[in-house]
């Protein structure tokens, strides 16, 4: 197979060239590994077992991410001490960032919604 070829050539795993399955355990450590390049996200180990972290030093997309895990992060940290139940925690993740107040995404409205409120309120718009 070509991707098998070129993998051996270039000296690595088919599986770092190939779009990983994040449902096996070796398709999500390359994934890991992309983000690691890519986002700056660093493995370590300690006391508590082994953690991943984004380092906001490594550069403007580690520091995306870390904003980011740092919001995932409250989230959990909420569902643990019980401020939100496992309902809102999973509507908060199902739907990221829709409802993440930390990330300074705003869902705008379609020009089709913008259109019909212009239309709708045009006699209490002032004319310039």
Same mark, same amino acid.
């Given at each position: 197979?070509? @991707?098998?070829?070129?993998?051996?050539? !270039? $000296?690595?795993?088919?599986?770092?060239?190939?779009?990983?399955?994040?449902?096996?355990? /070796?398709? !999500? *450590?390359? @994934? /890991?590994?992309?983000?690691?390049?890519?986002?700056?996200?660093?493995?370590?180990?300690? #006391? &508590?077992?082994?953690?991943? =972290?984004?380092?906001? =030093?490594?550069?403007?997309?580690?520091? #995306? !991410?870390?904003? *980011? !895990?740092?919001?995932?992060?409250?989230?959990?940290?909420?569902?643990? &001490?019980?401020?939100? &139940? =496992?309902?809102?925690?999973?509507?908060?993740?199902? &739907?990221?960032?829709?409802?993440?107040?930390?990330? $300074?995404?705003?869902?705008?409205?379609?020009?089709?919604?913008s259109d019909a409120m212009v239309e709708a309120f045009k006699d209490r718009l002032?004319?310039d």
């Open positions: 197979e070509l @991707t098998e070829s070129l993998a051996s050539a !270039l $000296g690595v795993s088919p599986l770092a060239l190939s779009v990983p399955d994040i449902d096996s355990y /070796l398709g !999500l *450590m390359h @994934t /890991l590994f992309t983000v690691e390049d890519r986002y700056g996200l660093t493995v370590e180990t300690g #006391e &508590n077992g082994v953690s991943l =972290r984004a380092d906001p =030093r490594k550069g403007k997309d580690a520091a #995306e !991410l870390s904003k *980011m !895990l740092t919001a995932w992060a409250q989230q959990a940290e909420k569902l643990r &001490n019980g401020e939100i &139940n =496992r309902e809102d925690y999973d509507k908060w993740r199902y &739907n990221y960032p829709k409802y993440d107040e930390t990330s $300074g995404y705003v869902k705008v409205p379609s020009q089709q919604l002032k004319a």
